[in-house]
Each structure stands twice: as C-alpha cells, then as structure tokens.
C-alpha cells in the first residue's frame, strides 16, 4: 500500500507537529462519517462534534496531505464572484444573503484560531487585490465599492498607495480587504484537526474511503484498510483529490495544478521594503500571481502550473518568471521551495454542494480560493446535518452534472489558458 505522505515544501518544513493519529483498522459506527482531512472535511468535523454528533474522519495521507497542506495560505473572504454578481445571478433577496454569507468566511478561520489557540503564524493585515494594467484598474475599484456598500472593511489605494505597501511599482493601484489575512495552511490545518480531537471527532490517517453503500441505519463507508464506518450520514469534501468513489463526481471538476516557490529569508533591507505590513496579495489577473512573506521572512510567490505534476526545478520556471516580473528586486534571490497542489474548478466556478441521496453530501469547486470558504463550509454543513434545514446552507444543493466532454479537459484548459494568457497581455 503506498502511503501518501506530505511532499516537501516550505508548510511541511516549519510547520507546527501534527496531532496524533492513525489508521482505522476496525469498524466503528457514528453519526457522520467525514471523507477528506483538509479545512472543509476538519472543519465540518469540528463543528459536527461541537453540535454534539459523534464524527469519524478518515483522510488517505497525512493530515493536509491535499490542497490544505499545500496552499497559499492566504485567507481571503468571498467567492470568484462579486456581491452584484450573486445578486443576479441569485436575485436580489438571494444574492445579498450569499454575499453576506460569503463575506463572513475569513472571519471564520480567525475564530476558530483564536477559539482553539491554533499556532498558525497567522497575520490579520488584509488581503490587496492590485490591478496588472490600467484597464483591469476599473474591475478591481467597482468590486471594492461593491463590498464597502455592505460595510466591510475595504478601501480603495492609488498606484502610489498600493506601491507602498507591497513594495513594488509594477502595479496600477486597486484595493485592500482588511478581513483578510493569512496563516500558515498546514499548521491551520493540523490545529483544525487537533481541535476536532480535542472536541471528541476520530481521525483516521492513511486510511482512504473504497466504497459508499447504503445501510439499514443510513450508510457504510467501506476502507482500503478493511474497516467499515457505518454512519447516518457521511460528508465527502475531498474536493481536487476526488476520484471515482461516486459516479460521476470526478467528472464535475477541472482539478488544475498551481504552483508555488518561496526564496530564501530576505535580507534586512529587502525586508524593510518587501510587504513590510504583512498585507497578502493575488492579483487582477485572469492567470493570477498570488504573494506573501512568511514567518521567518520568505518572499512566495504562486501561480497555475503545468497540466501534469512537476518532476523538475524547471517546471516550476514560469512561476520564478511571475516572481522577477511583479518583484524585480527580488528577481535574483535563491529559490528554497519548490511546490505546487491541486485546485478544483467547477464549471459555472460555484463552490458545489451534491446531495445525490438523504444522508450523502458532497462539496466540491473553491476555484483555487479554499483557505476561508472550506472552513465556513464546515460549519454551513454541520449546522444543515444537524437542522435539515437547507437555508443552512449559502447555495442551493444541485445535481451532480458533468462536465461536458471532460475526458479531453487537458486540450481545452490549455486552449483556455493560452487564451487568459493573452487576455492578460492585451488588457
Ligand atoms: C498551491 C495552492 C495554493 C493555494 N493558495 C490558496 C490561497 O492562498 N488562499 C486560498 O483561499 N486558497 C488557496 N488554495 C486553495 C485551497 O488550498 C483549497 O481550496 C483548500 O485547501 C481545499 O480544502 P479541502 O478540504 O476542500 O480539500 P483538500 O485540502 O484537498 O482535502 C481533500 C482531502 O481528501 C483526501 N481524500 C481524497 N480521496 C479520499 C478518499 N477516497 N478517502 C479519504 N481521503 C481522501 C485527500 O487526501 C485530501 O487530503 C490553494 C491551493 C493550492 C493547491
């Protein structure tokens, strides 16, 4: 049996200790059986067995060993879609709510850092969105109104502005959300975890879901272990990692690699000018740059990678180019880390929410943006098992559609890339 252990990167190097956990090798039977140990299926977890439900997770690798462990760690509230985007495409009622709720979702991660005192190195200086070029400037200005008419913490910065907090001219101004922030994702996660043992949940490492069938009592979650969770209701949040264990479901998603590198710690003067606030940022790009510092002062910088998994320093080139581009100073810098993990992309880019039969839910789709959306999602998917009231949950569930003509997804996101690409140049 291969064990999925964490690859290298710089999360797993300076991370905080993992909780201690193992395989499930007998059966066990609970309330709800959670599928995937990143933020939505710990979170769900936590929230579950602070409702006073008994959960048995069981994640294939190491805690985090999907997206969680990997990402950015940048906590940024909201979806892909702008306040006025949901509220037409929802109506007027409908779409505030969602906007609302999708607002609240960084506020989240920071409370459940603060509730269970996860050592997450996590900063609460915002999250700036600055626009490539002159004419994305607009876009990024509308969204930041659109968010201040709802109250939030945002303002507007000019070229200058934004220069002087992310320490580089090579942008055009655009806005800051102060909600935001970022942690450090592989210790968040294993907090995540941690809390949920320390709340009651079980969590099985190593230990990867083979088959969901039905049962007299609700459902069994049968494992490559041998062991069986039976349960009323089990949660699948295993989300760009999701592979045949329900029809069709890996067909809902485009899983697209992104990538990341992190240099070594900046010198003092480097350190001084370099987002010396602790703001993180992705930018207006359609094939967005997204960058930080970290705890011991690592400029990362991130972006998509390519369509198979990287084996070589070189794969990781375009991102190093991003990096020199948007940082010209830094462009000589060694590069430490090297890294890169799965995002899910739906197709109409909504976080999904499945419920094929009573009892099995299923999230899938944060669009490369899952540090705040899955740990809210735990706590809307708790609050619906335990309600069973859908206004629970910020989206209507949907059926389980696939993609059309997914088996040649590699020729069309490459035409779609190339065709961003441009986007990128022109406007
Ligand atoms: C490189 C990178 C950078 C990112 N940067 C950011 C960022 O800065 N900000 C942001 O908001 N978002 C970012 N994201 C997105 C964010 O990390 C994800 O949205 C989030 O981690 C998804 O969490 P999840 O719990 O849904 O899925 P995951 O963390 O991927 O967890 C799914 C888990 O399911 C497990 N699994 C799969 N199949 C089975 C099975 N059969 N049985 C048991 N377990 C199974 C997998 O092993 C995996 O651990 C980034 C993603 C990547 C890859």
Known sequence: MIKLQLP?????ATAAPAPETRPLDQDVTVDVAVIGGGFAGLSTALHLVEAGRSVQVVEAGDIGWGASGRSGG??????????????KMFGWEAGAKAAENFGSTAAKVFELIDRYGIDCDDTRSGWAQPAHSKAALPAALDRCRQWKALGADVAELTKAE???LLGTDSYE?????????????????????RAALSKGAFVATHTAATGLSRSASGWTVSTNRGSRVN?????????????????????????????????????????????????VASDTRRLLSYFRRDRDGRFLMGGRGTFANPTTDGDFAHVERMLARAYPVLANQPIEFRWGGRVAIT?????????PEKGLLFLVGCQGRGVALQSKMGEWIADYLVSENPAAL???????????????RRLYVSATLAYYKMLDLVR
């Open 173 to 193: 101004g655009g806005w800051i959300d102060r909600r935001g922030g970022s942690v450090q994702p592989l210790s968040y996660t294993r907090g995540l975890a």
């Open 8 to 12: 290298p990167s710089l999360w797993k």
């Open 231 to 279: 349960a009323r209701d089990v949660v699948v949040c295993t989300n760009a990692y999701s592979k045949q264990l329900w029809p069709k479901l890996e067909q809902t998603i485009i899983a697209a690699n992104s990538f990341q590198v992190a240099t070594r710690p900046l010198s003092a003067n480097l350190d001084r000018m370099v987002l010396k606030n602790q703001v």
């Open 74 to 87: 940048q906590v940024i509230p909201g979806i892909k879609y702008d306040p006025d985007d949901l509220r």
């Open 347 to 355: 197709q109409d880019f909504l976080p999904h929410l499945h419920e």
């Open 162 to 164: 934004m220069a002087d």
């Open 394 to 408: 910020p989206l209507p569930v949907t059926d389980i559609t696939p993609i059309p003509f997914h088996g040649l």
